[in-house]
């Protein structure tokens, strides 16, 4: 449902919602708000600027999530480090790359080398 934002036509009678704009989830069917729910006050429908954001997905990001979280599941820590290190590499995604720094824990690589890594990727 749409988001719609009203203000107080009067501000001397408003109440301090709708003195200024307040929002209302409502039906695209529904009637405009003639009134201020809080104080009954007039009210009247503003033109509002488009909040909305398009975000384009990774192509291929949920089948590498999926392949990580399999292997995983098996156990093959480093498999998943290996294929989670080198998308994180390519996406730039940190969380990625600190999850491939404890499954290559996990997989028991040495703290020192993990360490290293870390840093060299987050400089």
Same mark, same amino acid.
């Given at each position: 449902?749409?988001?719609?934002?009203?203000?107080? @036509?009067? =501000?001397?009678?408003?109440?301090?919602? @709708?003195?200024? &704009?307040?929002? %209302? =989830?409502?039906?695209? *069917?529904?009637?405009?708000? +003639?009134? @201020?729910?809080?104080?009954?006050?007039? %009210?009247?429908?503003?033109?509002?600027?488009?909040?909305?954001? %398009?975000? /384009?997905?990774?192509?291929?990001?949920? /089948? %590498?999530? $999926?392949?990580?979280?399999?292997?995983?599941?098996?156990? =093959?820590?480093?498999?998943?480090?290996?294929?989670?290190? $080198?998308?994180?590499?390519?996406?730039?995604?940190? &969380?990625?790359?600190?999850?491939?720094?404890?499954?290559?824990?996990?997989?028991?690589?040495?703290? +020192?080398? =993990?360490? *290293?890594?870390?840093?060299? /990727? $987050? +400089?």
């Amino acid at each position: 449902m749409p988001i719609y934002e009203y203000e107080a @036509c009067d =501000l001397e009678r408003a109440c301090a919602r @709708c003195r200024r &704009a307040f929002e %209302v =989830l409502q039906s695209m *069917k529904d009637p405009p708000l +003639e009134r @201020c729910p809080a104080c009954g006050a007039p %009210v009247r429908k503003l033109v509002s600027r488009c909040r909305a954001s %398009v975000v /384009e997905p990774d192509e291929g990001r949920g /089948e %590498v999530e $999926t392949r990580i979280k399999e292997y995983e599941q098996q156990g =093959l820590w480093s498999h998943a480090a290996e294929l989670a290190d $080198t998308h994180a590499a390519k996406a730039g995604d940190d &969380a990625l790359k600190m999850r491939a720094i404890d499954d290559y824990r996990k997989a028991g690589y040495p703290l +020192e080398t =993990l360490e *290293k890594h870390a840093k060299s /990727e $987050t +400089e």
